[in-house]
């Protein structure tokens, strides 16, 4: 019987010794583990890296929450998936970008050029984009609800399906904006111009249009 219960303990022991064969220990892994970095600039969340060139950088899928990008260079940069809840991209060039489905609660982008970038289903709450540029911007599906876009510049920009729900957009330019079946319930959208701009099918209850310039527009009410 102890010579049974012996060879048994032989065999767990091997093929324990067989299953952790080169592996290091799990806490050396993590110990070894580094953030990437990109011209100087350590890509991990709260980092600090104003005026950083980082175009055409890959910087998808990471964990960017309250990083300071300020003033940096991010054209053509790759943000898919990228979390950058309260980042800092104050004038920030994403020119040319893609941020398809990126997390931008409370984000800074004020002043920040996003022309011909990519934002597809893009995820926010409460953006701050006074005085951004979308110019050409592909933003289909994209969640805007509440951001603060006043000023902010959408001409030929792809707002389709968009959730624009209760969004400050005073002074906006929309020309030959694309907004068929956006939500713009509640929008602000006063002193706008939605010249050329197509909202059909888009829901315009208690949509605010004071003052708006909507010649040529597909969808706009009449009535205003």
């Known amino acids: 019987m102890a010579l049974r219960s012996k060879l048994l303990l032989s065999s767990l022991l091997v093929v324990a010794g067989a299953m952790t064969l080169g592996k290091a220990p799990r806490a050396a892994e993590d110990d070894l583990w580094a953030p990437p970095e990109h011209n100087g600039c350590v890509l991990e969340a709260q980092t600090h890296c104003p005026g950083a060139d980082l175009s055409g950088a890959d910087l998808a899928n990471l964990d960017l929450r309250g990083a300071d990008f300020s003033n940096a260079n991010l054209r053509g940069a790759d943000l898919r998936h990228t979390d950058l809840r309260g980042a800092n991209l104050e004038r920030a060039d994403l ?4 941020l398809t489905r990126a997390t931008l609660y409370s984000t800074n982008l004020r002043s920040a050029n996003l022309s011909q970038a990519k934002l597809v289903a893009v995820q926010s709450w409460n953006l701050f984009a006074q005085n951004a540029r979308f110019d050409g911007a592909d933003l289909t599906g994209a969640d805007l609800q509440f951001g603060r876009l006043t000023r902010a510049s959408w001409q030929h920009a792809t707002l389709r399906a968009a959730n624009l729900e209760m969004a400050w957009m005073n002074k906006s330019k929309l020309q030959n904006a694309d907004l068929r ?19 059909t099918g888009a829901r315009l209850r208690f949509t605010n249009f004071q003052g708006t310039y909507m010649k040529n527009c597909s969808g706009c009410p009449r009535d205003w």
């Open 95 to 98: 020119s040319g970008a893609d």
């Open 181 to 199: 079946d956006a939500n713009l319930q509640e929008t602000k959208l006063n002193l706008s111009t939605l010249e050329g701009a197509d909202v």
